[in-house]
């Protein structure tokens, strides 16, 4: 019976969400502002005269007393945006995990993965619920933006609600029949599901990206935002891929942050010594996940913001350099937080192994590194000084410390944070190992040589460029780092992999000897990620400061100004606290809905 | 439930403490509002009034200093009227101008028309330029504004200015200006002094910061050309003892026309 009730919570919202839709096609000035050519020819198939984006007044934006417009849609996105990433990326790695459970033909995968589904299905129904929200509040507080949008995307807007319709129903039969579903031929069917189910969610997400990214980046309209006719244009917009991209891998480092976070909740609450096992192991899973999808994530993200800078100039040094230009320092705060508290977790973790201790006198020195780093990201590029302070300096940078404030230090630094946190997650992997091949040492070596050359050619890169060239190439650093930072992750895992081929194991891993201290690790590691998120959101669409659709709609509303960080920052804290307090509802429903009661004497016998 | 509550407080210090250290751990900057045209009252402009005015537009609404400014992201524009001349003999050069006023306003409108080696898009070989037409889309200068800022480049470089102050032209601001709800325009010195954060660097009666000139006596001590510049422009010239690049250069962006002259007559005042 526990499940029904988010069934017909999902189906409500998913009717509702086409009818929306629906209604929206419907909307006065939708259709008129398609309209037939006055004279077609005769032999040509029919086309449409599109009319430009409006140029809007203040007066053209409704207000609701009390109610601040922009702050509505704002919290209405984000927490949108946060259960859909977390109920997209969810699938994804119960798809991976439900294979692992498969070829290794090991059940506590395949219940592991059934626990991950379970605690997004409540998700998927809030998604819903708020997706209704975001566009009631659209159309509502920005009904010309959204009438010009769905002008454009009508095609994409249908189906749209169509794919979340197949969404709904292959989610359901996923969930629910996973019991039924098992064995030989079921477990391929259900396997295929799963496969549909990711395909379908990943095109849902690729269509909502579209409509952000035509905000940024606007193609198949000419300057005065008329539209061409070909939607394809404009939802291949030159945003589109990097954002697609970004976000498809942030997604999965997201959703294994927040089932870690269920994981610890679980393991905290545990009453016994099997239970505190079983949701450690599922901690350690999740942190996993987070971690793999986190490493690749700044080169996703730089990807991301050269393309921005491609795109506009403008854009771009808005973006970098300009008025945002310290919520970056911000950034490293979180960055610094996700990957100390990712570290710290697995740091913890080696305490399950008997064996760990060949290399905890190591961990002291990979926490000085990652705090190093962390300081050289931490670094602003301008500091607000007294005037004794800039005599002193001899002008507003510090002739050694002031390129730590730029790109080729920041890349450097990142660079080096993600090494290190791959240099963690090896000696995790080592610390019940004990190898057998006859190399080892001269594969260790090997593997000490190619860290310690890939660092230094690292460091070498961003002192060159952040000391020795000038502003034009000072990002050139960036794509030789990020490829020796790949060449060593993926060189050293691979030999290491060799080296510990038919390794024999210390002992058994002791699941669940790890401190409750390492759980809240797990916690700090979501509550980051959800912040960050916001945080990026914020940026992701401010750079398009007084513009609905950047160069073709002006945001001419009374909130069309960009707000201050701290304005931001408040924001996103109170989306954050809503998001977590459903989140821990989520957690909470998961909990009851496996709990049973027997009411003595109640039922007839 | 102690562990729930536990989780939950975690939660909150977690949420607390970024939020926290956004709101008084960095220097809170509030961006300038969204760009409001000027009502251009040319027909009784002064060629001066006219350069100061092409000034505000590059360091405004342009949005110019993004690029053209000290970190070398788009060429140097400080001889701009000598150099200009040269790339008109140059074989690279493709466009129609014959005159350095000409080549100057082309290459607001039609940056592509000659890339100075080194700035061009990524992949392009120097064919085409990153920067917009700034006539069109998100910048949207008129034919006045582009003409001001040709005269304050002929100007800034030390050339002579050949523009001309348009009349006749349609004024895209006057259709405009009832665009929007842009903030109200401040009309108190002192008010004005708080807003854009002088206090924190400049010293009036023995209030204010020190990492800028005492302005107490400002008024006795410098001309109003002296303080437009050194508003508009504030590392054109650095006062002895000061370092440079300490002031930020978009007041000009940041103000009014009407807050700009309240703030000068207020500090060509202090005597």
Known sequence: ?605 | MRQFLTVVAFTLLTIGFFAAYSNYGIPQIEPAPPPKDEKLDLGSMTMDQFVALGERVFSGKGTCTLCHNALGRAPALENITEVASKRLEDPRYEGAAETVEAYLIESLVEPSVFVVTGFGKKGTNDKESPMPDVSGGGIGLSEAEIAAITAYLQDKSGGEITVEIPSGIENKADEETEEGEPREAINDPEALMVKFTCNACHMIDGKGGDAGPNLSRIGAMRDRTYLRRALLDPNADVAKGFEPDTMPPDLGEQMYAAELETLLNFLAGLK
């Not at chain 1, 201050?564 to 924001?571: C, D, E, M, R, S």
Request: aromatic share 16%; proline share 4%.
């Open chain 1, 1 to 605: 019976m526990n499940g029904f009730r988010p069934v017909k919570i999902g189906m409500t919202v998913a009717i509702f969400g086409l009818l929306v839709s629906l209604v929206s096609l419907a909307l006065p000035g939708f259709e008129q502002s398609a309209v037939y050519a006055a004279e077609p020819a005769a032999d040509a198939a029919p086309s449409f005269l599109y009319e430009p984006a409006p140029k809007l007044t203040a007066a053209d934006y409704p207000t609701v007393a009390g109610v601040n417009s922009r702050v509505v849609v704002w919290v209405f996105a984000q927490l949108h945006l946060w259960f859909a990433a977390f109920v997209l990326a969810v699938p994804i790695f119960v798809f991976i995990i439900e294979v692992i459970g498969m070829r290794t033909r090991d059940k506590r995968y395949d219940d592991m993965a059934y626990e991950f589904i379970k605690v997004s299905i409540t998700a998927y129904s809030l998604t819903a619920i708020l997706g209704g929200g975001l566009v009631f509040s659209l159309i509502l507080f920005y009904p010309h933006l959204f009438t010009y949008l769905s002008t454009i995307f009508s095609e994409s807007m249908f189906y749209y609600a169509l794919l979340f319709f197949a969404e709904s129903a292959v989610l359901y039969i996923y969930y629910y029949g996973w019991h039924w579903l098992q064995g030989g031929f079921k477990k391929w069917v259900h396997l295929t599901l799963g496969l549909v189910l990711n395909a379908v969610g990943t095109t849902l997400m690729l269509l909502a990206n579209a409509w952000l990214t035509f905000m940024m980046s606007p193609a198949g309209v000419d300057a005065a935002g008329v539209f061409s006719g070909d939607e394809w244009a404009a939802v291949h917009n030159f945003l589109w891929n990097p954002i697609n991209l970004h976000r498809f891998v942030a997604n999965i480092a997201y959703g294994g942050s927040i089932v870690g976070a269920y994981a610890a909740f679980k393991f905290l609450t545990a009453g016994t010594r099997q239970e505190r096992a079983h949701y450690d192991w599922m901690g350690y899973n999740a942190n996993f996940i987070a971690i793999c999808a986190l490493l690749p994530l700044p080169f996703a993200g730089y990807y991301l913001a050269a393309e921005i800078y491609a795109y506009s100039q403008q854009m771009g040094i808005t973006l970098m350099g300009g008025i945002f230009a310290w919520l970056f320092i911000i950034q490293a705060v979180l960055i610094g937080t996700l990957f100390l508290s990712a570290n710290y977790y697995l740091w913890c973790g080696m305490g399950r192994s008997d064996g760990a201790k060949r290399y905890t006198k190591y961990i002291k020195y990979i926490a000085i590194v990652l705090v190093g780093a962390f300081l050289v990201w931490f670094t602003p590029h301008t500091l607000v000084l007294t005037n004794e302070e800039l005599k002193a300096l001899g002008g507003p940078h510090h002739k050694i410390l002031g390129p730590l404030g730029i790109m080729p230090a920041k890349n450097t630094a990142v660079n080096v944070m993600i090494i290190f946190t791959a240099l963690s997650f090896m000696f995790y992997r080592r610390s019940n190992k004990v190898a057998v091949v006859s190399w080892e040492k001269a594969g260790n070596a090997i593997q000490v040589a190619l860290f310690s050359a890939g660092l230094l050619n690292i460091i070498f890169l961003g002192v060159y460029h952040g000391y020795f060239t000038n502003t034009v190439y000072k990002v050139a650093a960036s794509i030789p780092q990020v490829l020796t930072t790949l060449v060593i992750i993926v060189a050293s895992i691979t030999l290491d992999s060799f080296i510990y081929r038919g390794a024999q194991e210390v002992g058994p891993l002791r699941w669940g000897r790890i401190p409750e201290r390492a759980q809240y690790a797990l916690f700090l590691l979501a509550v980051a990620f959800t912040w960050l998120m916001g945080l990026m959101g914020y940026i992701r669409s401010g750079i398009r400061q007084h513009w609905h659709v950047v160069d073709i709609m002006r945001d001419a509303s009374s909130e069309a100004f960009t707000p201050t960080l701290g304005y931001a920052a408040n924001v996103v804290s109170v989306a954050a606290i809503i998001f977590m307090a459903l989140v821990i509802f989520i957690f909470w429903i998961a909990q009851v809905s496996s709990a049973k009661t027997l009411p003595a004497g109640y039922w007839k016998e």
